[in-house]
């Protein structure tokens, strides 16, 4: 099976500051990556798919990249309401493999 | 307005059963594949289980196969989670998902619902 692993685990940036969180599958996955961004007791909400196009109604200032085995979420001005956990997930075949997760705070 | 209402979840010991359901509605349930994912209290996301609309296909996560069976009742817009040979480690809250593309298991999800617990615990 493949495995995703997302990098860092957590990190705390500024408002206003450029965050990026990686995400890497142990094979290749062409490009079937979605982000998930889960708020505090929230469902998780999704982001991106196709590695790089934004679901109706996100921001703009969410934006995905990569294909193959690196994929990266970036968010271009972090936001006080971007608080949350953002998790990676391969899609194209089962099992449909989420990675861990990365936790974001403000700084 | 889609809708995913999950029910089932509960108390139950080591070795016991559940049956979780997913009363889905605002969409033509049948036209897309459900899937089931679990969240264990401050952890992360787990694929459980999908199966097709189509169908009826279902894959399931190496840690449930064999303990685990996903169906679907098209006629009841409903989705299914028997939950058998339950061990502390099932200890999560479930959520049914719905695939965001037609006809494709090959999807991400574009609704989720809240979930129900399940404990696993003497």
């Known amino acids: 099976d493949i495995h995703m692993t997302q990098s860092p685990s957590s990190l705390s940036a500024s408002v206003g500051d450029r965050v990026t969180i990686t995400c890497r599958a142990s094979q290749g996955i062409n490009n079937y990556l979605a982000w998930y961004q889960q708020k505090p007791g929230k469902v998780p909400k999704l982001l991106i798919y196709?590695?790089?196009t934004l679901q109706s109604g996100v921001p703009s200032r969410f934006s995905g990249s990569g294909s193959g085995t690196d994929f990266t979420l970036t968010i271009s001005s972090l936001q006080s309401e971007d608080v949350a956990t953002y998790y990676c997930?391969?899609?194209?075949?089962?099992?449909?493999?989420f990675g861990q997760g990365t936790k974001v705070e403000i700084k | 307005e889609v809708q995913l209402l999950e029910s089932g979840g509960g108390l139950v010991q080591p070795g016991g059963s559940l049956r979780l359901s997913c009363a889905a509605s605002g969409f033509t349930f049948n036209n897309y594949g459900m899937n089931w994912v679990r969240q264990a209290p401050g952890r992360g996301l787990e694929w459980v289980s999908g199966i097709s609309g189509s169908d009826g296909s279902t894959y399931y996560a190496d840690s449930v196969k064999g303990r685990f069976t996903i169906s679907r009742d098209n006629s009841k817009n409903t989705l299914y989670l028997q939950l058998n040979s339950l061990r502390a480690e099932d200890t999560a809250v479930y959520h049914c998902?719905?695939?965001?593309?037609?006809?494709?298991?090959?999807?991400?999800?574009?609704?989720w619902g809240q979930g129900t617990l399940v404990t696993v615990s003497s």
């Open positions: 998902a719905k695939a965001s593309f037609f006809l494709t298991m090959a999807s991400p999800f574009d609704f």
């Open positions: 997930q391969k899609y194209n075949n089962a099992p449909r493999t």
């Open positions: 196709a590695a790089s």
